[in-house]
């Protein structure tokens, strides 16, 4: 499976969950809500520039800070449809993967890609290809489990499932 999207960039290290989606709105669990303030700490245009199939790539620890699947919700309520990362905080990684949301790690994930290239991730084959400068960088891949939970559309979903007995 490939997908494709135009990549939003934030190099630095240690985005913490306040700066996806700031406290002040954890009122709410509405996506569409919290997603007209996703990263609005760090980039005030943030939501104006992202469209449906972005991808954000960041610098490394992405997601630290405190323990709130609204952090997730905010990002895919904005159109993300996945994270590129250095690495990610284990609690994001785990709240990404059990939501659904694509979340990769990549070491070099910040090298050679620029806000507004178009990237193509060839999920299977485990290479990010920057289709503006044919650069190819590799990912860590997803464990079978956790691709199973991102095409099932998240940990409750897979579960249903499997209850209704459509999965093993």
């Known amino acids: 499976m490939k997908i494709r999207g135009f990549a939003h960039v934030y190099p ?9 989606i700031p406290a002040r709105y954890l009122t709410s669990q509405d996506p569409d809500f919290l997603a007209q303030h996703a990263m ?7 939501v104006k520039r992202v469209k449906p199939g972005d991808i954000l790539i960041a610098g490394a620890d992405f997601g630290c ?43 070099e994930a910040t090298e050679g890609i620029e806000t507004g290239d178009e990237i193509e991730i060839d999920l299977a084959g485990g290479i990010i290809i ?18 199973q939970l991102i095409d099932s559309g998240g940990l409750l979903p897979l579960v249903k499932k499997r209850v209704e007995g459509g999965l093993p």
């Open 65 to 107: 800070g405190s323990s709130r699947e609204h952090a997730v919700w905010s990002l895919r309520g904005a159109g993300i449809q996945a994270v590129v990362a250095a690495s990610f905080a284990r609690i994001f990684f785990r709240n990404s993967i059990n939501n659904g949301f694509l979340v990769l790690e990549c070491p």
């Open 12 to 20: 630095r290290a240690h985005i913490n969950t306040d700066e996806i």
């Open 40 to 46: 609005e700490d760090i980039d005030t245009e943030f």
């Open 130 to 147: 920057n289709l503006k400068n044919s650069k190819e960088i590799a990912f860590i891949p997803l464990s079978e489990f956790a691709r």
